[in-house]
């Protein structure tokens, strides 16, 4: 019965230590951590060539260009209002109709938020 009781109260404490030690840790140690791991990174936004962006052209898989910067709305494709018309330029450059008439001004709010580089001229 005592070894129950003093199992009981080592788990208890083990526990304990479990939930209470990652408070303790600031998060910028945690960082340093990973950055010292981490090779050189660059900070400027990620370039993707014309040849990169064509690839993905399809439903599940859909980039665009736009003045030259390059969006991921494979996410949006399902949600867009007017349909597949979004896909007419998957993996191509979809600035004109993006500025056409059909848009209201909401796009260009959302818009950003997909945005995974620029094009590399």
Sequence with gaps: MEIIVAATIILGFLLLLLFVTPRFIKP???NEASNSNT???SKGPR???KAEVSLHNKRTDCWVIIKAKVYDVTS???EHPGGDAILTHAGDDSTE???GPQHGTRVFDIIEDFCIGELEQ
């Design 97 to 99: 109709g993006f500025y």
């Design 28 to 30: 910028s140690q945690s």
């Design 39 to 41: 090779k050189n990174i």
């Design 47 to 49: 370039r993707y060539t």
């Design 76 to 78: 949006y494709v399902e």
